[in-house]
């Protein structure tokens, strides 16, 4: 299964953009980059998902490279709200299981 | 919207205790989920079920079975409760392919 890394935790100012990396060197062709965050206390909740293609919509934007082995979750302007742990996971294709792997999260702190 | 929907937000239980966890999906999803999480250590995966009476095992099955009787729900059983298994305990459910998982609200479980 692939499996992501990303860095323990970031700071960013209010009002500027967060770029938040994730690599998954060994993602297959058929899976799926997804991006989550978790408020204090809650379930996670969906921000966005791309295959090859870079994706928008009105949370944020995912930037995957043309290799596919990395991707960057982009907050355009990011609030106090926005302070939480992201999850980046690789959602595997194959079969039934369609299994989701959770890897440790980046906490971002969004900063006045 | 899709709802996913755990029994309990908070619960005490004794150790010893056989503990029954209760997920329910309204959107006829073939798999479900169940996670633990703990401080510093992101989701793990605990069982999942990709179709009624079908479980598989994820990370970390010791200590917990699972049941998946009809298709909307998911219980997760703790068959002795012990204070290790003191966690907050997310569901989650979703479609085959590239649809977008969605979780419940979490059951933050303690055992004294």
């Known amino acids: 299964d692939a499996k992501t890394t990303q860095p323990t935790s970031m700071d960013c100012a209010e009002g500027r953009a967060a770029n938040l990396p994730c690599n998954h060197s060994?993602?297959?062709?058929?899976?799926?980059v997804y991006w989550y965050r978790q408020i204090h206390s809650q379930g996670p909740q969906y921000i966005i998902h791309g295959l090859k293609n870079n994706e928008t919509n009105e949370m944020a934007s995912l930037i995957i490279t043309e290799d596919r082995k990395s991707s960057t979750l982009i907050l355009p302007h990011a609030t106090l709200r926005d302070t939480a742990v992201y999850y980046c996971i690789v959602r595997p294709g194959s079969g039934n299981t369609g299994k989701l792997i959770f890897g440790q999260g980046t906490t971002l702190q969004v900063k006045p | 919207d899709v709802k996913v929907t755990q029994s309990s937000r908070y619960l005490v239980k004794r150790t010893g205790e056989k503990v029954f966890l209760e997920c329910v999906q309204d959107m006829d999803h073939e798999n479900m989920f169940w996670y633990r999480q703990d401080p510093g250590l992101g989701l793990r995966l605990i069982y999942f079920s990709y179709d009624v009476k079908m479980k598989e095992k994820g990370d970390i099955p010791e200590g917990y079975s699972v049941s998946r009787e009809k298709k909307e729900r998911f219980s997760l059983i703790l068959e002795s409760a012990s204070t290790n298994q003191t966690s907050m305990y997310l569901c989650a459910s979703t479609l085959e392919g590239a649809t977008v998982p969605f979780f419940g609200q979490g059951t933050r479980l303690t055992v004294v």
């Open positions: 060994t993602i297959s062709g058929n899976e799926y």
